[in-house]
């Protein structure tokens, strides 16, 4: 052999003996603990730092900023106990129920009295305390597989890349990004505090990790329903991840790990059941809390069975799709923008197929207990509850949704990419792509989230088809056309307002808010007569609305003041004076209006008892006087003419009398 080849042999041995030993450092410093913890907390917050300057957005104001309760600080959190979640925000039994069964998760709106009494209205603190919980679920994560034992694989190795996956991963950008999340990831993190202890329960035979195990439970599910889920995953995680060889060892094991998670949720179902009752409701009949029903002949009706269970089917799809590829994001999957499915859709049957591949992965390997069936297992028992085919969850599907489920992804594809460990460049490379693109996508989604103007702005484009949405921009337009001060600027926010109410009511018919947003549109463009319609249209649906019937009486007003000062009708202008009033009979220009139309149509007498209402609403405003004093020289009477013009006077010297 040459001494060129030997040279050059000698050299590839280097270069590999200096892999080797700077994989052997890396592998080093994963074995500290602590510094994996350290590492798992600052990616978190980095990913979730530029959340920190936002505001309260969207469900925020049901939770926190408008809940009475909330608001009161620690003296509300006797109410948040004894009261369906929603109860602080509508203030009424009926409409705090809108969702069927009910929502009881006292627990994050405990902790947002506690924060409102120290910090107020401080969004800051939210944010922060979010990001530092989603932290802790992934040194959670990382703890919890660290103690699964698998043949032949680096379970540690495996529980960083796993943890840093699910906290890169985009679909939660929902949950951490939004205050109100903070249900999801209590619910998480308890879940995870129950399976931890539950797991050092079995190893150690210490008493007080089930005592642990069942308090985080309890507290888990008072915070969301899903930890529920949780009686399935120990004992699944138990059976799938046990040291013990013995088979009839690791199934008594299985149920022995249910027993104290058992007791935490039974004592909370027990709770809630006292407070919410039994009867979990049936479906409603508005579409923007139950998805399934579509309009027909004018009215309402259910969905086909075979139509609910293929639009079911598809956004099971869905979620897996975003999963992988969860681009693009979107808050809001309320109809229409997840449309009426049918099994004549493709993309129907790839989702059936994807299941049914998936559960024959998850069968086959139930009994060599393999990790891929795990992670099978565990994303189907987690997604189960908020699928719609257990009961109704009052929408089609929610990015946050998959904020508990996507664990088992993430142990997938940490799993998946775990394989390529021989080849360290590649594994790395790949590995540091991935988590690369998903927090470049999380970082950039978060940007979204500022605030619901920023929010509706962003998602519009691409939730088109939802009637929610598009409400929810027209409401954000018309507000903030409201302070625009430039014509042309609010002008084109206020049309574009009206053409998203109407896509809204186009989708549903009966979408009263929309009518009311299309309407207040109009009223600010000054197109009353097209404002006084939609408001008609809105209080046919429900004539004891009471927004609209205020908004309504504005408009009448200055119905009345058009007819009045524009076409000269006067008869209509009272007209319409006299429905505003009939609302709001304490309004000034309406009285001020209508006194003046009477006056100038020569019905003295009518036009002195709303001038004179006028004067009694605002006593310390000249020019009522002087109106009152006109209208009784008109009726003949100059000596009470002439009192009001000196009241007038004295009020303010320089008032003009003519």
């Not at 603990?33 to 917050?45: D, E, G, H, T, Y």
Request: aromatic share 12%; hydrophobic share 45%; glycine share 6%.
């Amino acid at each position: 052999m040459s001494s060129e080849k030997k040279n050059r042999k000698q050299i590839r041995k280097d270069q590999v003996s200096h892999e080797a030993e700077t994989q052997a450092g890396y592998l080093t410093l994963l074995r500290k603990a602590w510094l994996v913890r350290l590492i798992i907390m600052l990616f978190a917050f980095v990913l979730y730092a530029n959340t920190l300057g936002h505001d309260y957005v969207q469900d925020d104001a049901i939770v926190i900023t408008d809940n009475m309760f909330t608001t009161q600080g620690v003296s509300g959190i006797l109410g948040l106990l004894q009261y369906d979640t929603f109860y602080g925000f509508f203030k009424e039994e009926g409409k705090a129920n809108l969702v069927s069964g009910g929502r009881y998760r006292p627990l994050t709106p405990v902790m947002f009295a506690i924060g409102w009494q120290f910090f107020g209205h401080n969004p800051f603190i939210g944010h922060l305390l979010n990001i530092l919980f989603y932290g802790l679920i992934g040194i959670l994560i990382f703890e919890i597989i660290s103690l699964f034992r698998v043949e032949k694989l680096d379970m540690k190795l495996l529980a960083i890349l796993t943890a840093l996956i699910f906290l890169a991963h985009p679909i939660h950008t929902e949950v951490v990004a939004n205050i109100k999340g903070r249900d999801e990831i209590m619910a998480m993190l308890g879940s995870l505090c129950c399976l931890y202890a539950v797991m050092r329960g079995l190893s150690t035979k210490k008493i007080y990790w089930y005592v642990i195990a069942t308090l985080s439970i309890f507290l888990a599910i008072s915070s969301k329903e899903n930890a529920v889920t949780f009686l399935a995953v120990i004992p699944l995680s138990v059976w799938y991840f046990s040291s013990d060889d013995q088979q009839a060892s690791v199934v008594g094991k299985s149920l022995k790990s249910m027993v104290a998670p058992f007791i935490g949720v039974v004592v909370f179902i027990l709770i809630r059941s006292s407070i919410l009752g039994f009867d979990f409701g049936s479906a409603p009949s508005e579409l923007m809390n139950n998805p399934y029903i579509k309009m027909v002949n004018g009215q309402y009706i259910p969905f086909d069975p075979s139509e609910k269970m293929a639009t079911i089917i598809f956004t099971l799809g869905k979620y897996i799709q975003l999963l992988f590829f969860p681009h693009p994001l979107t808050h809001d999957y309320y109809p229409r923008h997840i449309g009426i499915m049918n099994f004549g859709d493709i993309t129907v049957w790839l989702s059936i197929i994807m299941y049914v591949v998936l559960g024959c992965f998850a069968i086959m390997g139930i009994r060599k207990r393999r990790i891929l069936s795990y992670c099978i297992l565990y994303f189907l028992a987690t997604i189960s509850i908020v699928s719609n085919v257990v009961f109704p969850i009052g929408t089609n599907m929610s990015e946050r949704f998959l904020f508990m489920p996507s664990l088992g992804f993430a142990l997938f594809l940490a799993y998946m990419l775990y394989q390529l460990k021989s080849k360290r460049s590649i594994f790395y490379g790949v590995s540091a792509l991935i988590l690369l693109l998903f927090s470049i996508k999380s970082y950039s989604r978060n940007q979204a989230w500022s605030s619901d103007y920023n929010l509706f702005q962003t998602d519009k484009h691409t939730s088109k088809n939802s009637a929610k949405l598009n409400n929810a921009v027209a409401g954000a337009l018309s507000t903030a056309a409201y302070k625009e001060p430039d014509e042309a600027a609010k002008n084109s926010m206020l049309q574009e307002a009206v053409q998203r109410a109407s896509k809204a009511i186009d989708i549903h018919p009966t979408y009263k808010n929309a009518y009311l947003l299309k309407a207040n549109s109009h009223h600010y463009l000054k197109e009353y007569q097209k404002a006084a319609t939609a408001y008609e249209q809105a209080l046919s649906i429900d004539p004891g609305y009471e927004e609209a019937i205020k908004n309504a009486a504005i408009n009448d007003r200055e119905l009345g003041r058009y007819f009045g000062q524009v076409e000269n009708n006067l008869a209509k202008s009272i007209s319409y004076l006299e429905r505003a009033l009939q609302v709001m009979p304490d309004d000034y220009e309406a009285n001020r209006l209508i006194g003046t139309a009477y006056g100038f149509s020569g019905a003295a007498a009518e036009s002195i008892k709303y001038f004179s209402k006028a004067v009694q609403l605002e006593p310390k405003v000249a020019g009522a006087y002087v109106n009152l004093g006109k209208a009784y020289m008109n009726d003949g009477r100059t000596e009470e003419a002439q009192v009001q013009f000196n009241k007038a006077k004295e009020i303010d010297p320089n008032v003009r009398i003519e």
